[in-house]
């Protein structure tokens, strides 16, 4: 038997939190990265406090990755993949490979251990797919995870084409959510918060900007989210209720037009902007379908990881454990607890084995 040690496939803040969670109580913990390093997207979001802490936890998360990168008890292995598994509850198997040295490309392991936890995260939604909005096509069309990482990378907020502080910027909610044409008919939950968070970090470092929101619907997730809106409202951050259809423009323009409803006349207004910021969704990952296939693990109608109802951590085959965004939109904070939550699942069923 193998059930002193547990695999985490997926090394973003789920996984951690739920490793860190595991060896608190004495186990021996390998996590299976396909990246080169830990922390998932949370390690290129950019810190979001003003004059004060917003928050984010993006802090936090760095703080995990440094955690586990040292603990004794927690064995990394960045750039591997599953492969497949085999064995029951208690004592599987499971095959990985891994990014070699220069004599060969990849080696093969086999990982001895009595469960697993899937924690693989999300990939944000491919912006290029609503064509309409020119992204990839026009320059200072971007989403809010370039947004994120250009910040955190450059420490300033500036424009693609030409380097400068924008100056009339705005964010387009529900790009990739909430939307039936192109099969993303969920709510991702985590882009209303960001979005407010970073239009109040571009207005405290730029005061004289003038921004907007476009939105369908605010969604309202967390305890302080009314607050956070309010203080956006405080700095002059305009709230719209209407989704533009189309961005116009030239490919190296620093200006782009957008056509939108004015809810208090019915009329088409025109306006322009030197930074428009989509507010993309969380999308499954790539390879969900393949780990699902291996681990017999059911999916949900939008191909995210499908929890049991007397728990979201619990996957239909025993043993398999679900952790973060694989199994459903979150925030860093509540991938954490998701993922803590994971391990005390794995702790009950190997106690009873």
């Known amino acids: 038997m193998n059930s002193k040690e547990v695999a985490i496939i997926g090394g973003g803040v789920a996984g951690i939190s739920a490793a860190v969670a595991l060896t608190d109580i004495g186990f ?31 802090c936090v998360a760095d703080e995990l990755v440094l955690k586990a990168s040292q603990h004794p008890k927690i064995r990394v292995l960045t750039g591997s993949e599953v492969m497949s598994f085999s064995g029951k509850p208690g004592d ?26 899937i924690a693989t995260g999300f990939m944000p939604f491919n912006a290029e797919e609503k064509k309409e909005y020119g992204y990839g096509k026009y320059k200072n069309v971007i989403t809010a995870s370039d947004f ?5 990378a450059n420490g300033a907020i500036s424009r693609p084409t030409d380097g400068s502080a924008p ?6 909610q529900c790009v990739g959510s909430r939307d039936e044409s192109i099969g993303k008919g969920y709510c991702s939950k985590v882009c209303c918060s960001y979005a407010l968070k970073l239009s109040k970090l571009v207005k405290s470092e730029i ?22 809106r309010e203080s956006c409202e405080e700095m002059g ?3 719209v209720r ?20 004015n809810n208090n006349t019915g009329e088409v207004v025109q306006d322009e902007f030197d930074l428009i910021v989509l507010s993309v969704g969380m999308s499954p990952q790539n390879d969900v379908k393949f780990l699902a296939n291996t681990f017999k693990v059911d999916l949900d109608e939008h191909n995210f990881f499908k929890g049991l109802k007397q728990s979201t951590n619990l996957s239909n085959t025993p043993g398999i454990f679900l952790a973060g965004a694989c199994q459903g939109p979150k925030d860093i904070e509540e991938s954490m607890a998701h993922g803590r939550a994971a391990a005390a699942e794995v702790v009950k069923m190997l106690r009873e084995q």
């Open 148 to 152: 994120e990482r250009a910040i955190r």
């Open 167 to 172: 100056e009339k910027i705005t964010f387009f």
């Open 92 to 117: 599987f198997e499971l095959r990985i490979s891994q990014a070699g040295g220069e004599e060969s490309l990849f080696k093969e392991s086999v990982l001895k251990i009595g469960a697993i936890v």
């Open 207 to 228: 005061p004289e900007s003038d921004i907007t929101i476009f939105y369908m619907d605010v969604q309202p997730t967390g305890k302080d989210f009314l607050k956070l």
């Open 28 to 58: 021996m913990v390998h996590i299976i990265e396909r990246d080169v390093q830990l922390g998932g997207h949370a390690t290129s979001f950019a810190c979001k406090a003003t004059d004060k802490c917003s928050k984010c936890l993006v």
């Open 237 to 239: 951050i305009k709230f």
């Open 242 to 261: 209407n989704l533009p259809s189309k961005i116009y423009g030239y490919a190296d323009s620093d200006f782009m037009r957008v056509n939108n409803l």
